[in-house]
T-cell receptor, first 111, second 118 residues
Framework: TQLLEQSPQFLSIQEGENLTVYCNSS?????LQWYRQEPGEGPVLLVTVVTGGEVKKLKRLTFQFGDARKDSSLHITAAQPGDTGLYLCAGTTYNTDKLIFGTGTRLQVFP | ETGVTQSPTHLIKTRGQQVTLRCSSQSGHNTVSWYQQALGQGPQFIFQYYREEENGRGNFPPRFSGLQFPNYSSELNVNALELDDSALYLC?????????????????FGPGTRLLVL
């Protein structure tokens, strides 16, 4: 059973468009992280959120942790080809500190 | 660059064979976690080693085993390979702190080893 479901699974957009990726669960998470993974490389941590309702901004990327700590979103403004990659959410629950990864969203940004 | 290295980068094996994958952790880190990432999916936790002892295991059969050495590098061994074992195997190193159960800090991933089982 996959605890973290991401949507959409695939996203193909033009440079300059905005997009939102969602990460949903029926479980409560003590913390949630977002990673980006490029072909041939391991995931690279973008952000960690730990407080329900928390919003973090990283340049054109905005991350939000749901009030109930069961969901999160990643919004990218004015996407660029360099944003292309696999975006993964991952969380830890109160039962384990081991990372549980989401199903992934593959983003392609065309010039 | 995370300072985490893995070898080999690619590997082809046949069903029934055994394989050993290696991971060198980032300097100062004492914990290594291993993940299996099938094509098009998110990584799945295999197990974690902290100070040379297994510290948690995911839903993988016993033919997946590991070791951590005094320098905190680690190996993942898979016996009796099956076709479904074909995947990218990732290791991640981190620093665990605390006097009681170790509290994990941020994990840094290596580039992975891509295993193909024919």
């Amino acid at each position: 059973t996959q605890l973290l479901e991401q949507s959409p699974q695939f996203l193909s957009i033009q440079e300059g468009e905005n997009l939102t990726v969602y990460c949903n669960s029926s479980s409560v998470f003590s913390s949630l992280q977002w990673y980006r993974q490029e072909p041939g490389e391991g995931p690279v941590l973008l952000v960690t959120v730990v407080t329900g309702g928390e919003v973090k901004k990283l340049k054109r990327l905005t991350f939000q942790f749901g009030d109930a700590r069961k969901d999160s979103s990643l919004h990218i403004t004015a996407a660029q080809p360099g944003d292309t990659g696999l975006y993964l959410c991952a969380g830890t629950t109160y039962n384990t500190d081991k990372l549980i990864f989401g199903t992934g969203t593959r983003l392609q940004v065309f010039p | 660059e995370t300072g985490v290295t893995q070898s080999p980068t690619h590997l082809i094996k046949t069903r029934g064979q055994q394989v050993t994958l290696r991971c060198s952790s980032q300097s100062g880190h004492n914990t290594v976690s291993w993940y299996q990432q099938a094509l098009g999916q998110g990584p799945q936790f295999i197990f974690q080693y902290y100070r040379e002892e297994e510290n948690g295991r995911g839903n993988f059969p016993p033919r997946f085993s590991g070791l951590q050495f005094p320098n905190y590098s680690s190996e993942l061994n898979v016996n009796a390979l099956e076709l479904d074992d074909s995947a990218l195997y990732l290791c991640a190193s981190s620093l665990a702190v605390g006097q009681g159960p170790p509290l994990q800090e941020t994990q840094y991933f290596g580039p992975g080893t891509r295993l193909l089982v024919l």
